[in-house]
Structure formats: C-alpha cells, structure tokens
C-alpha cells in the first residue's frame, strides 16, 4: 500500500524561525543545519519532514532530529536510513513545498 504526505512552508516564516537556535537545534541535525545555506534550505528540508508524519499517518513527532533529510551527489533529497520512501522538495517565490511517497 502506497501512502503520501504533502506539506507547503512559507519561507519568510522559517526565517524568523532560524533566528531561534533553540528552534534549529529541535528541528535539524547537525548534518542538515551544515547543508542549509538559507531561509529557503531550510523551508524545504522542514516541509519534507512535516510530509513524511503526515504520509504515516501520525502527524508531527518529536524529537523531529530522528528523521534526517540528506542529499545525494545530485542534490536529490532523502531520509537517512528509510529505503522504502521516495521524497521531493521544491521552491518557488515565497514557498517550500515535498511530497513524500511510502510503500
């Protein structure tokens, strides 16, 4: 059974939320705060976390650093150790938007 999670994040939102390192340090790895660059990284990697607790069903789950998004050599996202799951994240203007498919 396939199983899918969506999530959308407004990027000027996130970069108040960045300010706080209480916020990033509950949020991101250590790996994903070295990888994000900007307001927009971080917006998207925040998305396909939200996607992958909707795609299961559960909604939000902390600590949320027990799923980690990292990126291949191609830049192509994916949750670290959690083969049977497909993720994207995308921008555009003011929003970060993923999609994550279960199977």
């Known amino acids: 059974m396939y ?3 969506v999530d959308i994040v407004r990027i000027s939102r996130m970069e108040q939320s960045i300010k706080m390192d209480s916020f990033l340090k509950k949020v991101y790895t250590e790996q994903e705060r070295s990888y994000c660059k ?3 990284n971080f917006a998207g990697i925040f998305a396909a976390k ?3 607790f909707k795609a299961l069903g ?3 789950k902390f600590p949320v650093t ?5 990126h291949d050599d191609l830049g192509r996202p994916y949750f670290k ?3 049977n799951c497909d993720v ?3 921008h555009d203007g003011d929003y ?3 999609t994550v498919i279960l199977w």
Not at 66 to 70: G, S
Request: charged fraction near 15%; charge should be negative; hydrophobic fraction near 40%.
């Open 66 to 70: 027990d799923i980690e998004v990292l």
């Open 50 to 52: 939200e996607a992958y």
């Open 58 to 60: 559960t909604g939000i």
């Open 81 to 83: 150790g959690i083969t």
């Open 38 to 40: 900007n307001a927009q």
């Open 3 to 5: 199983k899918i999670g």
């Open 96 to 98: 970060a938007i993923s």
């Open 88 to 90: 994207s994240i995308s």
